[in-house]
């Protein structure tokens, strides 16, 4: 089977910035293995398929090299570019329905907004555990790594300088240790999302790194679904003045990406969080792909 398909850089208003995005228009109707396999196929972090909603204007799957996942950041705006590009939303607003629920995105100004689940806030982490899964000394760690959610779970680790967040490697056995302490799925279902509270340029406000186990790439560019959990984890510990602020990542990789974050209720406990950033279509194509029988 024929499909069109976009290949986005998404929170980045240029080329080869942000983290790039495979969006397969029609393709989710095809099976798990394919959507894997495509997603290797192209060496990119998770790739989105879409298809026809009858509860939501558009449904979207997210795809990893390894599994389907229920939502992800960057391959939201990546689809609504996409989308956007090609006449397919001739409205501001659309809704699309994910494997974590609806999620409504905005578009103004060419800046794309996606408004995240309410965040779900789980078990704190030992910071011994999250230190040795980083390579870094306990004492990087400013306060209480937690597991947090608004879509997709990520283990929150504020750092106190970007010297130790530069060090950051990844420990594959020690990933593992933690995520068996915290109850994951498997080990990239708990990996930290490192943060400092200053940003890579002077208009950022925190910068962050993933660093990721295979078979995903060693690191992601842009997490736009780590970046909502990240912004409720400080707003709910006090660490986040404003209701506004600018995230940066991927600046150590070349490939830097900007998102602006924004509160929505209270900072003890968010009703949503919104994330938005541009999206810049790099490529237009159709790939052939095996059918879902």
Same mark, same amino acid.
Request: net charge negative; proline share 13%; hydrophobic share 55%.
């Given at each position: 089977m024929r499909y069109d398909f976009d290949w =986005?850089? !998404? +929170?980045?208003a240029r080329a080869f910035g942000g983290n790039g995005c495979a969006v397969v228009h029609g393709g989710a109707e095809l099976s798990d293995e394919t959507c894997m396999a495509y997603v290797r196929e192209t060496s990119l972090v998770e790739c989105t398929f879409t298809g026809p909603s009858e509860v939501a204007d558009v449904r979207v799957r997210y795809f990893l090299a390894s599994r389907e996942i229920p939502f992800a950041g960057h391959p939201t705006i990546a689809t609504v570019a996409a989308l956007r590009d090609r006449g397919l939303m001739t409205e501001d607003t659309i809704t699309l329905e994910t494997g974590a629920g609806f999620v409504r995105v905005t578009v103004v100004d060419g800046l794309i907004e996606m408004t995240q689940v309410? &965040?779900?806030f789980g078990a704190f982490a030992d910071p011994e555990l999250v230190?040795?899964?980083? %390579?870094?000394p306990v004492d990087a760690i400013v306060g209480q790594p937690q597991r947090v959610s608004t879509g997709l779970p990520f283990c929150i680790t504020v750092l106190r300088d970007r010297a130790s967040l530069e060090a950051a490697q990844l420990d594959i056995p020690a990933l593992t240790r933690l995520g068996e302490a915290m109850g994951a799925e498997g080990i990239d279902m708990m990996e930290p +999302?490192?943060?400092t509270l200053d940003g890579a340029t002077a208009e950022g406000d925190t910068f962050s790194r993933l660093l990721? !186990? &295979?078979? %995903?790439p060693p690191e992601d560019p842009f997490t736009g679904s780590a970046t909502g959990a990240m912004a409720a984890y400080l707003w709910r510990h006090g660490l986040m003045a404003s209701d506004q602020f600018i995230a940066e990542q991927g600046h150590g990789l070349g490939r830097p990406g900007q998102a602006v974050v924004t509160? =929505?209720?209270p900072a003890e406990a968010p009703s949503g969080i919104r994330v938005a950033g541009r999206g810049y279509v790099l490529m237009r194509g159709t790939v052939d792909?095996?059918?879902? %029988?």
């Open positions: =986005v850089d !998404a +929170f980045s309410a &965040p779900e230190a040795a899964a980083v %390579s870094l +999302f490192l943060v990721m !186990a &295979p078979p %995903s509160r =929505v209720g792909l095996p059918d879902a %029988s």
